[in-house]
């Protein structure tokens, strides 16, 4: 693929650099449409009180997210589950804080209007959020200390999350979708672990690493994976699957020995897929 020459100093083919690109942004555009017309019914038969989608109102900071750096080769994907409300909520970008964004990832500012249905507690301010998203700092923070550059991270890992929606109960509380009734759920996540073959493809991602437990518990069943070992896409490539620790504060593998562990259980993952 040629795309795949940004990684390697040679001059990539602009024409299918632009075709990546567009695929990635046309894929994700069909999830929020998706999303966008389930949540009505998240509000009114879930604990759900507000279900809000940054990629609709922060898309213009999400799309910069895929042209910028969607077309580096990677052939990692780094998983998340779904956003929380001050990293993606903000920046439309997944584990997203906002001096991450601005700084790291280099998006540029947008003036985002907060969605009418959103949770009075938790504006959206966009990138000027002040309050930092920690899970999205050590995240981002240990990709940028191992690879290096920007460049360096994108073309050895693509970060995703699986479900866009931000979910919060009545008191603001965040909700995840394992947290809600699976019936309600299925036409939901079965967009998602659609767009997640999508990407797959478009990328020719060849490893999924699970940000968490639910995240590699998704990604198996998209691929039709069992418990353990590769899955496989439509076109029956094999796509080997596993998971990192979360790095939630609320994880106490994470907070571990000063988060040391948590460092070298991503690290390892991320160079000698040692997985365990």
């Known amino acids: 693929m040629l795309w795949r020459y940004r990684n390697h100093h040679v001059s990539p083919n602009p024409r299918q650099v632009m075709e ?35 990629l609709d109102y922060a898309w213009l900071h999400h799309e910069q997210y895929l042209s910028k750096w969607g077309s580096y080769g990677s052939k990692t ?40 249905n959103a949770h009075p507690k938790r504006p959206i ?4 959020m002040e309050r930092q998203e920690i899970s999205g700092q050590r995240l981002w923070g240990l990709l940028f200390e191992h690879y290096g550059s920007a ?51 478009i990328m020719q991602i060849e490893r ?27 076109s029956g490539r094999k796509i080997e699957i596993t998971s990192c620790w979360h790095p939630s504060p609320a994880s106490p593998l994470s907070n571990r020995n000063g988060g040391a562990d948590w460092r070298n259980n991503v690290k390892n993952c991320l160079d000698n897929g040692d997985f365990s």
């Open 77 to 116: 994907l780094l998983l998340g589950m779904n956003p929380g409300p001050w990293g993606m909520a903000q920046t439309g970008i997944p584990f997203g804080s906002t001096e991450v964004a601005r700084t790291s990832l280099e998006i540029k500012s947008h003036d985002l209007k907060t969605p009418s």
């Open 151 to 201: 460049e360096s991270v994108f073309s050895n890992v693509f970060v995703l999350n699986h479900c866009p929606l931000l979910l919060l109960g009545e008191t603001g509380k965040n909700l995840t979708p394992d947290n809600l009734p699976a019936t309600i759920m299925k036409p939901i996540l079965q967009a998602c672990d659609n767009h997640l073959m999508e990407i797959i493809e």
């Open 20 to 54: 990546v690109e567009e695929r990635l942004i046309e894929a994700a555009k069909r999830l929020s449409d998706i999303c966008d017309k389930a949540i009505p019914v998240l509000e009114k038969k879930t604990i759900v009180a507000h279900a809000t989608n940054p």
């Open 208 to 234: 999924i690493i699970g940000v968490g437990k639910y995240a590699e518990k998704r990604a198996r069943l998209a691929l039709n994976a069992d418990k353990s070992g590769p899955g496989v896409t439509k």
């Open 125 to 128: 301010i966009g990138l000027g």
